[in-house]
């Protein structure tokens, strides 16, 4: 069973425009959330996070907001350049079996057009 | 340079041959982990490692075993490799006393099993 779900695999967008990525999970017990991402043939890397404590963190161009009544997390990019054309993947995580687990979504491939 | 590194980068063997992909890190992390990425399915996880001769299972552990003997290698074991394990693996790692949620990933190995 996904707890992490993106439902949007693509996202076009044209350069300087926004760039909005969903991210729904399912378990309450989620304390913090992560996006990483993914150029091909590579790893991915860990972009930016929140703790659910938050509402929303900003680092330069990316800013993550939580929602945790509605178990929602987005990403928005601003201004998107064409290097941000990637897959992204949400990341949520609690302490259990003795560790920090990453639970990941299916990830969206993110295209910003010049 | 710090780094997460993963041999072979890419494999195709057949079913039944044994095989181990090799994973290192030179950052001293505690926390070592060996994900599965499919289409559709997003990351998943097959077991991880809190520290040396620590390893618990994961989402998807059937079909593989691991070892943890020194602090830097962590590589993942296919016995019996048989066709659905044909998939993209990563092996990531993070420090726990620094950032457990924040893992730094290897390049992948490319496996395929006909």
């Known amino acids: 069973d996904q707890q992490v779900k993106q439902n949007s695999p693509s996202l076009s967008v044209q350069e300087g425009r926004i760039s909005i990525l969903n991210c729904d999970y399912t378990n309450s017990m989620f304390d913090y959330f992560l996006w990483y991402k993914k150029y091909p043939a590579e790893g991915p890397t860990f972009l930016i996070s929140?703790?659910?404590?938050?509402d929303k963190n900003e680092d330069g161009r990316f800013t993550v907001f939580l929602n945790k009544s509605a178990k929602h997390l987005s990403l928005h990019i601003v201004p998107s350049q064409p290097g941000d054309s990637a897959v992204y993947f949400c990341?949520?995580?609690?302490?259990?079996?003795?560790?920090?687990?990453?639970?990941f979504g299916t990830g969206t491939r993110l295209t910003v057009i010049p | 340079e710090a780094q997460v590194t993963q041999n072979p980068r890419y494999l195709i063997t057949v079913t039944g041959k044994k095989l181990t992909v090799t994973c290192s890190q030179n950052?001293?992390?505690?926390?070592m982990s060996w994900y599965r990425q499919d289409p559709g399915l997003g990351l998943r996880q097959i077991y991880y490692?809190?520290?040396?001769?620590?390893?618990d299972k994961g989402d998807v552990p059937e079909g593989y075993k691991v070892s943890r003997k020194e602090k830097r290698n962590f590589p993942l074991i296919l016995e019996s490799p048989s066709p659905n394990q044909t998939s993209l693996y990563f092996c990531?790692?993070?420090?726990?006393?620094?950032?457990?949620?924040?893992?730094?990933f290897g390049p992948g190995t490319r496996l395929t099993v006909t």
């Open positions: 490692s809190m520290n040396v001769e620590v390893t």
């Open positions: 990531a790692s993070s420090s726990i006393r620094i950032s457990a949620y924040e893992q730094y």
């Open positions: 990341a949520a995580s609690f302490f259990h079996g003795g560790a920090n687990n990453l639970f």
């Open positions: 929140i703790s659910s404590i938050k």
């Open positions: 950052m001293n992390h505690e926390y």
